[in-house]
């Protein structure tokens, strides 16, 4: 417990008494010129609470996502037996700019308290309803796709709704008199052409003779050489996507303090198609974040 001084009248002999060494109330002045972030940082100085760079988030790291947090006031508290330290996180905000409960709770169990000061305002309007068959955010929105590059490839194609066969055979000439039987493993149409996918390597001659003669544009998937976040780049790339492998950042909070929460996952996000692909593991205390945004996420293997 502390003593918060506000306008200097507790007595200097009165004070000094319970300032003596021994004393289980220390007395916390508010000086002339003071800011509410320099009383409030003298006050959690006092209760033993060690400041952390202002400059900087907190993060939690956990199953490959980031969980960026910054605040008005961001303190260590005493360290406990085993050299435990909880962090303890102080935002004014508004009633838009509220942290989700779920991550609230989320944080907690890793060891954050989030201690949000609601700042006087008008009241938001009343949220209309989810719609049907919409899952809540405690639902698990995270679907998994097969590791097999095969099936990997053909749950990207349907994703995009496209029609495609397998095993595909065709005859195409390669001269005068002479024909060829090969296999395409797999054959669709996509941008006004024919696409063949081979997941071997293809002779000259022969993709020649398909792009030229059967007007089919051939592409090699050697899956040998290439992991499963080759595949699709390669994949995205020829379905016309502009994207990469790469982490992308998404406020968990609405309002003017959208950089208060940020959480940070690494793959191919297709803005157009409102999915993202990843490899990692997504905790289930910050998969309601997605469903909230819309998103759907599926973890390739």
């Given at each position: 417990k502390v003593i918060l001084d506000a306008s200097g009248k507790i007595p200097a002999s009165l004070k000094s008494k319970l300032e003596s060494p021994g004393s289980a109330t220390p007395v916390?002045?508010?000086?002339k010129g003071d800011t509410l972030h320099d009383t409030v940082s003298s006050l959690l100085a006092r209760l033993g609470y060690q400041s952390l760079p202002a400059n900087r988030p907190v993060e939690v790291r956990?199953?490959?996502?980031?969980?960026?947090?910054?605040?008005e006031w961001m303190v260590a508290g005493p360290e406990e037996s085993g050299g435990k330290q909880d962090v303890i996180i102080i935002n004014l905000t508004d009633a838009a700019g509220r942290t989700p409960d779920y991550l609230r709770d989320y944080l907690s169990l890793k060891g954050m308290s989030l201690k949000e000061i609601m700042l006087p305002g008008p009241p938001l309007p009343m949220a209309p309803?989810?719609?049907?068959?919409?899952?809540?955010?405690?639902?698990?929105?995270?679907?998994?796709?097969?590791?097999?590059k095969g099936a990997l490839t053909d749950a990207l194609l349907k994703s995009y709704g496209i029609d495609f066969t397998s095993a595909h055979q065709i005859s195409v000439a390669l001269r005068e008199g002479i024909r060829l039987e090969t296999k395409v493993d797999r054959l669709f149409e996509f941008g006004g052409g024919k696409v063949a996918l081979v997941?071997?390597?293809?002779g000259d001659e022969?993709?020649?003779?398909?792009?030229?003669?059967?007007k089919i544009r051939?592409?090699?998937l050697d899956f040998a050489s290439l992991s499963s976040r080759d595949l699709l780049s390669r994949l995205s790339n020829l379905l016309g996507e502009k994207t990469s492998y790469r982490e992308h950042r998404f406020s968990a909070?609405?309002?003017?303090?959208?950089?208060k929460m940020v959480v940070s996952v690494a793959g191919f996000l297709l803005s157009g198609r409102s999915l993202l692909l990843t490899d990692r593991e997504v905790p289930k205390g910050v998969q309601g974040l997605f469903v909230e945004k819309g998103l759907r996420v599926v973890?390739?293997?």
């Open positions: 916390v002045s508010v000086k956990d199953g490959g996502v980031g969980v960026q947090v910054k605040g309803p989810s719609p049907a068959g919409r899952p809540e955010a405690s639902g698990n929105p995270i679907e998994t796709w097969p590791r097999d997941f071997r390597a293809v022969t993709r020649k003779a398909l792009q030229e003669r059967e051939v592409v090699e909070v609405e309002g003017t303090a959208k950089d973890r390739f293997q």
